[in-house]
Structure formats: structure tokens, C-alpha cells
């Protein structure tokens, strides 16, 4: 494997890592039911990232992909549904 590949790899498993910690911590907010996002439907990365923690497309507004996953509260503490 060629240095920049494993770059890329390192980079794109920090963005996973921060993303997948920063999910955690909205998903203990008191109250909190859904995560929502949004972005440009013109970035097929963007797309296939937060799917890939089970976020889905629920619309379209202002021009940008609106995309939201589920929070799940038990007595084990919260997590989304799908991540």
C-alpha cells in the first residue's frame, strides 16, 4: 500500500471516529429524539458517510439533502438506532 493511500485511510478513519463521538454525545442530550444533517446532494461522499451510520434522506431544503436517524433512550443509556 502506497504512503498516500494509507493517509487517506487514516484520515477517513479519524472522520469515522470523531463523527461516530459526536453522535454519541447529541444522542445524550435530555430530550433528544432524531439526529438531523444536511448536505450538498451534488457530494456523493457526504452521502454515502452519514449513511453509512444509518442516517436517512427524509427531503430536500434550501437546495441541500436533509438526512435524520433515530435516537434510541434505554436504561442502558442512548445510541441511534442504526449506528
Not at 454525545?25 to 452521502?47: G, L, R, W
Request: a positive charge; hydrophobic letters at 35%.
Amino acid at each position: 500500500m502506497q504512503a498516500h493511500d494509507r493517509q487517506g485511510l487514516s484520515k477517513k478513519r479519524l472522520w469515522q471516529s470523531s463523527f461516530k463521538k459526536i453522535i454519541s454525545i447529541i444522542s445524550n442530550i435530555k430530550d433528544c429524539e432524531k439526529i438531523k444533517i444536511c448536505y450538498d446532494p451534488k457530494n456523493p461522499v457526504a452521502k454515502g458517510f452519514y449513511s453509512s451510520f444509518g442516517f436517512v434522506e427524509v427531503g430536500i431544503e434550501d437546495g441541500e439533502i436533509i438526512a435524520e436517524i433515530d435516537v434510541v433512550k434505554n436504561s442502558e443509556g442512548c445510541k441511534c438506532r442504526h449506528a
